[in-house]
T-cell receptor, first 113, second 111 residues
């Protein structure tokens, strides 16, 4: 079955530490790939996206993600986390027209001082 | 500034009532979407519209209705047939690069 999996429900990191959030998908073809961030009670903000080409994509707020076809993964990384990065992060996959866009269940990030 | 607005931010519904959530965009996007968000479940698609006067059901359309009379507007009505409507509702629109942008959301609570 087609699916998007974020294996970590909740991650806690110390401020200044590096971060990696995992995302795996199960689709027949390579979909479009997205990472969004959501602060409590707010909408989703796009961090970055991958459609094709260079498998390492840069986004806003110092985030990057790497597409690995062999692992069906699109993990999000940040070298040094700031307290303001505490939020919920969603991985999503889509296709042309995005009428079947699928979201992972989300990973909640807590940042320790 | 271009963007997506949703109103109201908070909405309370009594049993048996229909309520309508507003979504407006000034991004000139053709496609618009409604999602429902419940804790720990990510987002689930309720309805989408690719063009004015046309819309399609998503995964969880039962108990909801929509209209698309104008390009800028895509209101969602939560009917009394929706048995568990308490949730956070998000509206989105799609640009021509197939990227979705989201509004700030409406939190609906059943009293």
């Amino acid at each position: 079955a087609q699916s998007v999996t974020q294996p970590d429900i909740h991650i806690t990191v110390s401020e200044g530490a590096s971060l990696e959030l995992r995302c795996n998908y199960s689709y027949g073809a390579t979909p479009y790939l997205f990472w969004y961030v959501q602060s409590p009670g707010q909408g989703l903000q796009l961090l970055l996206k991958y459609f094709s080409g260079d498998t390492l994509v840069q986004g806003i707020k110092g985030f990057e993600a790497e597409f690995k076809r062999s692992q069906s993964s699109f993990n999000l990384r940040k070298p040094s986390v700031h307290w303001s990065d505490a939020a919920e992060y969603f991985c999503a996959v889509g296709f042309y027209n995005n009428n079947d866009m699928r979201f992972g269940a989300g990973t909640r990030l807590t940042v320790k001082p | 500034d271009g963007g997506i607005t949703q109103s109201p931010k908070y909405l309370f519904r009594k049993e048996g009532q229909n309520v309508t959530l507003s979504c407006e965009q000034n991004l000139n996007h053709d496609a618009m979407y409604w999602y429902r968000q419940d804790p720990g479940q990510g987002l689930r698609l309720i309805y989408y519209s690719q063009i004015v006067n046309d819309f399609q059901k998503g995964d969880i359309a039962e108990g909801y209705s929509v209209s698309r009379e104008k390009k800028e507007s895509f209101p969602l009505t939560v009917t009394s047939a929706q048995k568990n409507p308490t949730a956070f509702y998000l509206c989105a629109s799609n640009d021509r690069a197939d990227t979705q942008y989201f509004g700030p959301g409406t939190r609906l609570t059943v009293l």
